[in-house]
């Protein structure tokens, strides 16, 4: 994990996933890298090791559909944490935070914001989706 960690900080990368010796990096903001693997290499995410700057309850939930065995994060909210709690993913960060800010630090980001009275996955998850389809149809 250690690798994959520096690989983040010295790339200036948002995400790095390694899975059985192939280590890819990903600079899109948000979850919008974790969700496009999800949706187009589901078989990559399941069993990797993800090292990410930053986790909310969003992206914890794409990685527990995607079967990541182990994930680092810089930053991680507490929504975030007590999921993964109750999942088999083997998690570890830097810092907690009661929940992750916007872009522009002004309050909660509003996809942590949607996803935090939501327990189900499955709900989570169509939650994601249709805030990813309004993103992308803008």
Do not use: W
Not at 116 to 138: A, D, P, W
């Amino acid at each position: 994990m250690d690798k994959l960690i520096g690989l983040l900080h010295e790339g200036g990368y948002s995400c790095v996933v390694s899975k059985g010796g192939e280590c890819r990096t990903f600079t899109k903001p948000g979850i919008m890298d974790l969700y496009e693997l999800i949706e187009n290499d589901p078989e990559f995410l399941h069993g990797a090791s993800v090292a990410d700057k930053v986790v909310g309850k969003a992206a914890a939930t794409l990685m527990i559909r995607g079967g990541v065995a182990r994930m680092y994060a810089d930053v991680i909210s507490e929504p975030a944490i007590a999921l993964l709690r109750n999942s088999t993913v083997e998690s570890g960060f830097g810092q907690s935070v009661p929940f992750i800010e916007n872009r522009d630090k002004s309050g909660i980001c509003p996809l942590e914001n949607a996803c935090m009275h939501t327990g189900s996955l499955e709900e989570l998850f169509i939650l994601i989706k249709g805030f990813v389809s309004k993103i992308c149809h803008r």
